[in-house]
């Protein structure tokens, strides 16, 4: 048998070349995403935690702004109330004193004239001789003085005249008259032009217009 020495062909390609794995190449680009991802990932948590830190921040603030603002409402209020409260006060403190003034000026010048009635009811020849003192005091000496007064003081007012007669050196020319129309305690003082008159009435008024001049009771 003839044997042939003729090489066949492969049936397939006979050269062999370096080929990419797919397989291994999609995993590291997976991996490299993943850790992008995951920068992203933690990037957005780092500004998501910023951004609440700054709206905190903020609403504090905000919180803050808004309870200066209420306290100074309040303060203010407050202050106008106790200036409004401060005013009424001041002014019923007025009011009080000016009705204690017309009050205890209507009881001053009640007890001053129940004092000077009580004076002339009660010592009557005393009005009387400080009313002639005040006469003498006003006329050259030795000028004649009549001195009226009601008929039931005549002695009283007799022996009081002795009585000044007797420490003064000068001659008192005073006659005393009884005259029915003045009551007990008032007395008319006369000289040559001049006069006194010693009236508990009058006296009243008198009191009462130096009262009002202190103590306005209106």
Same mark, same amino acid.
């Given at each position: ?8 062909? #492969?049936? #397939?390609?006979?050269? #062999? ?9 999609? /995993? ?12 992203? *990932? ?8 910023? =951004? ?16 200066? !603002? ?7 209020? !407050? ?10 006060? &001041?002014?019923?403190? $007025?009011? $009080? ?9 209507? *009881? &001053?010048?009640?007890? &001053?004239? %129940?004092?000077?009635?009580?004076? $002339? ?10 009313? *002639? =003192?005040?006469?003498?005091?006003? /006329? ?14 005549? !002695? ?19 006659? /005393? ?7 007990? =305690? ?10 006194? /008159? ?8 008198? *009191? ?5 001049? %202190? #103590?306005?009771?209106?």
């Amino acid at each position: 048998m003839e044997m042939s020495s003729r090489v066949k062909p #492969f049936a #397939f390609d006979r050269v #062999f070349a370096n080929q990419p794995v797919t397989g291994t190449n999609n /995993v590291a680009e997976m991996q490299l995403e993943i850790e992008h991802l995951e920068l992203e *990932i933690s990037r957005l948590r780092n500004e998501l935690e910023q =951004g609440l830190n700054v709206a905190r921040a903020e609403a504090f603030q905000a919180g803050m702004d808004q309870a200066r !603002a209420d306290r100074q409402s309040a303060l203010l209020a !407050a202050t106008d109330a106790l200036q409004a409260s401060v005013e009424s006060l &001041a002014g019923r403190l $007025v009011e $009080v004193e000016e009705n204690v003034a017309r009050e205890g000026a209507g *009881i &001053a010048l009640a007890a &001053a004239s %129940y004092l000077a009635a009580r004076e $002339v009811r009660s010592l009557p020849a005393k009005a009387i001789g400080d009313a *002639i =003192g005040r006469a003498l005091s006003q /006329v050259r000496r030795g000028q004649p003085i009549a001195v009226r007064v009601h008929p039931d003081l005549t !002695a009283d007012i007799d022996q009081l005249i002795a009585d000044r007669q007797s420490t003064d050196r000068r001659r008192l020319n005073l006659s /005393v008259i009884g005259d029915e129309s003045l009551i007990p =305690g008032d007395a008319k003082l006369c000289w040559e032009n001049g006069g006194l /008159v010693l009236d508990a009435n009058a006296r009243s008024m008198a *009191i009462a217009r130096e009262m009002n001049a %202190y #103590f306005p009771t209106e």
